[in-house]
C-alpha cells in the first residue's frame, strides 16, 4: 500500500499500510465507525491524515475486510445516505496483537541502532 510522502526526516517519511492498517484497527478495537469519522480519528491518535488522501483510507478499508480484519455493514438509521459501519473482528484484533509484539521487536532494533549510530556502548 503506497501513502503519501510527508515533511518528516527531511521529506522521506513515507505513511504506508504497516501504520495505516493498526491505526485503524486500534480506533476500531474502541467502537465500530463509518469512514469520514474514522478518518477523523486518525487525527486523535497522532496521525496527520493531510498526508492521507481519503480514497487510500477507504482503499485499505476495503482490502482489509477482504482479507478479514474487519466487518462492515450499511448503516441506514438517520437522515442523509447511508454509511457503512465497520467492525474489528477476532482476526483482526489476533492482527493487531501479533503487529504489537512486532513493533516492539522492531523498537528494541531501532534503540540499539541508535545507540550504535550515536556511539555509545
Known amino acids: 500500500m503506497r501513502g503519501r510522502r510527508g515533511r518528516g526526516c527531511g521529506g522521506q517519511f ?3 499500510g ?3 492498517i493498526p491505526s ?22 497522532g496521525i496527520d491524515t493531510s498526508l492521507l488522501h481519503p480514497s487510500i483510507v477507504y482503499r485499505t478499508l476495503r ?3 477482504m482479507h478479514g480484519l474487519v ?3 450499511w448503516n441506514t438509521e438517520g437522515t442523509g445516505p447511508a454509511r457503512r459501519i465497520y467492525t474489528i ?4 484484533k489476533g492482527f493487531l496483537r501479533e503487529w504489537c509484539l512486532k513493533a516492539k521487536r522492531d523498537i528494541e532494533m531501532m534503540e540499539k541502532l541508535i545507540k550504535e549510530a550515536e556511539g555509545g556502548e
Open 71 to 73: 466487518s462492515s455493514d
Open 24 to 45: 485503524i484497527l486500534i480506533i476500531l478495537k474502541k467502537k465500530s465507525i463509518h469512514g469520514y469519522s474514522l478518518i477523523e480519528d486518525l487525527e486523535s491518535i
Open 63 to 65: 482490502m482489509m475486510e
Open 14 to 16: 513515507l505513511f504506508s
Open 89 to 92: 473482528t477476532d482476526t483482526g
Open 18 to 20: 504497516e501504520m495505516l
